[in-house]
């Protein structure tokens, strides 16, 4: 398995122009989700989905839409980026959302190796 | 979601055991306690979670205070490669709306 791939690693784009980032997972993970680091702080939340066509706003979506076609696929669109935007983008899959359980590949999130984009 | 404070970072010699603590004094009963580390660069891996009792894996041992509002995270025989930015979360397991609150983590630096 190839885990959480994301792309690209790396992404310069002036302000006010659009793109996606790209994430997908080959784990038959039904919950995914997006998150924002900025330097020395922990990750914050952007949106997330539990499953197929589902998807919820996190702590910080403004800027930022989601959609989840596929169980594997679910990529990040920024509208229209603005510096405040600059930041490293990580996205996680994990089998399930919130279940209990003592095994660690349930509801434990991998995460992909992230992207790292500058808006000028 | 219960908020946890960590040291800001720590200082560890390579072969002893680094003791990483987490205060979550306004834990509640349902939140599990969970540890992540994120090497420079990489994005988070899971370490190990815990609710009540003393939990042990291959790379780490979790130790729960009694009335839980503390842990630490133990790595047995540190070596240079866990050095990296760890990070406590506490959050409720089954629940479906749950979002992870991540803190800043301490940043441990294990020496020569």
């Known amino acids: 398995n190839a885990g959480v791939t994301q792309t690209p690693k790396f992404q310069v784009l002036k302000t006010g122009q659009s793109m996606t980032l790209q994430c997908a997972q080959d784990?038959?993970?039904?919950?995914m989700s997006w998150y924002r680091q900025d330097p020395g702080m922990g990750l914050r939340l952007i949106h997330y989905?539990?499953?197929?066509?589902?998807?919820d706003q996190g702590e910080v979506p403004n800027g930022y839409n989601v959609s989840r076609s596929t169980t594997e696929d679910f990529p990040l669109r920024l509208l229209s980026a603005a510096p405040s935007q600059t930041s490293v983008y990580f996205c996680?899959?994990?089998?399930?959302?919130?279940?209990?359980?003592?095994?660690?590949?349930?509801?434990?999130?991998?995460f992909g190796p992230g992207t790292r984009l500058t808006v000028l | 979601d219960a908020k946890t404070t960590q040291p800001t970072s720590m200082d560890c010699a390579e072969g002893r055991a680094a003791n990483l603590p987490c205060n979550h004094s306004?834990?509640?009963?349902?939140?599990?306690v969970y540890w992540y580390r994120q090497i420079h660069s990489q994005g988070p891996q899971y370490i190990i979670h815990?609710?009540?009792?003393?939990e042990t894996n291959e790379m780490a041992s979790l130790i729960i205070t009694e009335d839980r509002k503390s842990s630490t995270l133990i790595l047995p025989h540190a070596t240079l490669r866990d050095t990296a930015v760890y990070y406590c979360?506490?959050?409720?397991?089954?629940?479906?709306?749950?979002?992870?609150?991540w803190g800043a983590g301490t940043k441990l630096i294990i020496k020569p």
């Open positions: 996680a899959s994990s089998y399930t959302l919130g279940a209990f359980s003592r095994k660690r590949n349930t509801d434990t999130q991998y």
């Open positions: 784990m038959n993970h039904e919950y």
């Open positions: 989905s539990v499953g197929a066509g589902i998807t």
């Open positions: 306004t834990i509640s009963g349902n939140e599990y």
């Open positions: 815990g609710l009540k009792n003393n």
């Open positions: 979360i506490v959050r409720v397991a089954e629940d479906s709306n749950y979002q992870l609150i």
